[in-house]
């Protein structure tokens, strides 16, 4: 399975900005990633297959909101209210099971090459 992401750019902050990430054919969890400069990957977002088994990351919680339209497999991530530290490259995921553990980048098999997101102040 590919995954191909868009949607990244530059907002100022406060603004909105959508990523989607269309995979090449079906997987059960899809999720989101990001990597700041100088930092760790971390969790952004997943949704399992059916639209259950949501959940954030507590920093995007109430500002980011993940949705899936499994006929064309893919997955988008609709950014609201964005902060300066919500700049980063943003991956999207997706796996072919249920995750034991969704907040996990090691619960995932396949990755898209990223899309960079950049808000200013």
């Known amino acids: 399975v590919q995954l191909q992401a868009s949607g990244g750019g530059l907002v100022q902050a406060g603004g909105s900005l959508g990523l989607s990430c269309a995979a090449s054919?079906?997987?059960?969890?899809m999720a989101w990633f990001r990597q700041a400069p100088g930092k760790e990957r971390e969790f952004v977002a997943t949704?399992?297959?059916?639209?259950?088994?949501?959940y954030y990351a507590d920093s995007v919680k109430g500002r980011f909101s993940i949705s899936r339209d499994n006929a064309q497999n893919t997955v988008y991530l609709q950014m609201n209210t964005l902060k300066p530290e919500d700049t980063a490259v943003y991956y999207c995921a997706a796996g072919d099971s249920v995750a034991a553990s969704p907040l996990s980048p090691l619960s995932y098999d396949y990755w898209g090459q990223g899309t960079l997101v950049t808000v200013s102040s």
């Open positions: 949704a399992g297959w059916s639209g259950s088994r949501i």
């Open positions: 054919g079906r997987t059960y969890v």
